[in-house]
């Protein structure tokens, strides 16, 4: 599912498409330029590789395309192009509903990524199956350990080695439209029943083994990242005693919550941020139960064809100017204290991106072990061709 | 010099015949090969495959038996679905149509082929989500009516998807039915219902049989239609495919599931190949 980042593009790509328009007209500097549109500090890094700043030498070293691995609606579509514009490298988006999925693309080989967006709980396994590289620090000088918070970051090194940079964390909570749900929903177990009543139809659950089991898991009072037969098997019953009263099982379900086709949804962070600043009736609730938290991260596949452009790229969303704007666009909190300084209050008080520390505490963050279980993958396969 | 004649014609043959040869012996035979050495091994800790010889992955075939049933259910309702709104379709373009448009109206039906599948599907996402027909439908008072992500909706978007590659046979079987044989009919007294079921249905059966293979056969493979319109929930082999392929990384278990498709397919041709023939053989006699 390969395609252009260019709907729901914010004012700031009309902005930029002006900008440009004036810098090809001369009617302002490349300077100015590149001061309005946040691309000074990339153009800074890449000017001290010698040679670079020179247009022709640079599409010559870091190529006319790359192609990044990510998550859907998780990046501000202008940053892509504003990254265009500044190295001439076009980025080819590729959505994923989980990391399984592109565990298994990498693995089969022959993706084309030059960077992808792998969920902390998978990295030791990336590691262990050579399928991505140690990153050099030196070609990120925008990235820098000093401001991460380690709590979020820590599963990025592996044996003191950095593998992945992260881009943020999150959760995964509730989303439901209370114009349609009167009822309060606080917990999983609420999302289950609910959906088999007052949200008969309207209620969906990722394509994804990790939340849709690890939720059911919690909802049964046992943990997230539970792999014990007797649990997932009483999770198993709950999930085919659910399915029937689905509307969906789908990890990209902005859109049907958007139509109002879908009433209830597991939901990311940053999902459940869009959803709120565009539909307010779309209410986002952590299970008080428990449920997961998160930090997705930024790595470059051992098979990289233009790992160039992928540091390149990795650079540029790592100045915490360009970090702070994807923030704003996705809505994901973020893990850098540079980046929190930059970013407005409205975004930062935010309770759906930056909740309560207290409603954090019954979360779990997931398990290398829940990628690789057979147990937990035939499991989703059971319930989803049930 | 006939010996050298014969040689320069082998030679010629083999060099036609020989880029369709490699063609499929390259993207046909060796994947398949590889698709049966992969289902008798065993899923790696990891996912993938190492190597094993082990019937497990066959024995393990009935837990997917609710995907094989609704494809072997779903393709043939689907397929016969088609046939019934095909078919008048297909004998108005070829009997009763206008020659002078015939050709427009013949090209009408292609013209969707135009636009990828997955576009058209999208298209029917919206139509049948709330923003479409249920919206409609609440203008006159019926609230919350649910049609995307139904077995309806797959079955619409199947009927939809496939109706030209029906349609098609079943036209060309129609078109070249000599009109003689219904004046003939007509003459003998045979009233135009007896002669539709006892000359133009009969004639037209290999366009019939033509299209209902065709369409089954595609349909037990389809993944896309019960992915977008049925929401993940209606699940076929295809679907399973992806699942054991893309989530769980089983790919002895994938592989072992594709072969028994590859060989219930391979089944279902041969049957409709046999009465197709049949049917046509019969006839061509009758016709000497």
């Given amino acids: ?386 | 010099m006939p010996a050298a004649t014969n040689t320069k014609r082998n030679l010629v043959t083999a060099a036609l015949v020989a880029p369709a040869a490699a063609w499929l012996m390259i993207f046909l035979v060796l994947p398949f090969i590889a698709m049966l050495v992969f289902a008798f091994g065993e899923r790696a800790p990891e996912g993938g495959y190492q190597a094993a010889f082990t019937f497990a992955q066959f024995a393990n075939l009935p837990t997917r038996a609710a995907a094989f049933w609704n494809t072997l259910v779903l393709a043939p309702i689907g397929a016969l679905a088609c046939l019934l709104i095909a078919y008048p379709v297909a004998y108005y373009l070829a009997v009763k149509a206008n020659p002078r448009y015939r050709l427009i109206l013949v090209s009408l039906v292609v013209v969707p082929f135009w636009t990828s599948l997955l576009v058209r599907t999208y298209a029917w996402m919206y139509i049948l989500g709330s923003r479409g027909i249920p919206n409609l439908l609440s203008v006159i008072g019926i609230e919350d009516v649910r049609m995307l992500n139904t077995p309806g909706a797959v079955l619409l978007g199947i009927v939809y998807g496939y109706l030209p590659l029906m349609i098609m046979p079943i036209y060309v079987s129609l078109e070249k039915l000599d009109r003689r044989l219904l004046e003939a009919s007509a003459d003998l007294g045979a009233k135009p219902v007896s002669t539709f079921f006892g000359v133009t249905l009969p004639l037209s059966l290999p366009g019939v049989m033509t299209g209902v293979a065709l369409v089954t056969i595609l349909l037990l493979g389809e993944y896309l239609i019960p992915q977008l319109l049925g929401g993940g929930k209606v699940f076929f082999i295809g679907n399973a495919l992806v699942d054991l392929f893309l989530q769980s990384r089983n790919w002895p278990f994938g592989s072992a599931i594709a072969v028994t498709l590859v060989a219930v397919v391979v089944v279902i041709l041969m049957v409709a190949m046999r009465i197709a023939f049949r049917v046509a053989g019969t006839r061509q006699v009758d016709l000497v």
């Fill in chain 1, 1 to 386: 599912m390969s395609k252009w980042y260019r709907e729901n593009a914010p004012i700031t790509a009309d902005q930029l498409s002006d900008e440009l328009m004036r810098l090809k007209r001369g009617s302002v500097t490349r300077r100015h330029f590149l001061g309005v549109t946040g691309l000074g500090l990339a153009t800074a890094v890449l000017a001290r590789q010698p040679g670079l700043f020179n247009s022709t030498a640079f599409a010559g070293d870091l190529g006319t395309q790359m192609s990044i691995a990510t998550w859907p609606n998780y990046h501000d579509p202008a940053t892509f192009e504003a990254f265009q514009a500044a190295t001439g490298v076009a980025v080819e988006v590729n959505v994923f509903g989980s990391n399984e999925e592109m565990l298994a693309k990498l693995q089969a080989g022959g993706t084309g990524w030059d960077l992808f967006v792998p969920t902390n709980y998978t990295i030791s396994t990336y590691v262990k199956l050579g399928l991505i590289d140690e990153l050099d620090l030196s070609k990120l000088p925008n990235y820098d350990a000093a401001t991460e918070t380690a709590r979020f970051t820590n599963e990025g090194v592996v044996d003191g080695k950095t593998y992945a940079v992260p881009k943020n964390w999150g959760t995964t909570g509730i989303a439901l439209n209370s114009n349609k749900i009167k009822t309060p929903v606080t917990s999983w177990k609420d999302f289950f029943e609910i959906a088999m009543t007052e949200a008969d139809g309207r209620a969906m659950v990722h394509d994804y083994q990790l939340t849709t089991i690890g939720n059911a898991l919690v909802s049964l009072g046992f943990s997230f990242n539970s792999i014990k037969p007797d649990e997932l098997a009483k999770a198993e019953e709950l999930l085919i005693k659910v399915k029937p009263h689905l509307y969906a099982i789908n990890s990209d379900y902005q859109p049907s919550m958007r139509a109002t086709d879908a009433w209830m949804t597991m939901c990311w962070t940053n999902d459940g941020a869009q959803l709120n600043r565009d539909m307010p009736e779309i209410q986002f609730v952590l299970g008080k139960d428990g449920g997961e938290i998160w930090s997705d991260f930024y790595a470059i596949p051992k098979s990289a064809a233009n790992k160039a452009a992928g540091y390149a790229l990795l650079n540029y969303l790592m100045a915490p100017e360009n970090a702070m704007k994807e923030h704003i666009a996705n809505g994901a909190p973020t893990t850098d204290s540079r980046v929190l300084k930059l970013l407005p209050a409205d975004v930062t008080g935010n309770k759906i991106v930056y909740p309560d520390e207290a409603s954090l505490t019954p979360l779990e963050f997931g398990a290398a072990v829940t990628l690789t279980d057979p147990g937990r993958a035939e499991l989703m396969a059971r319930f989803k061709s049930a």
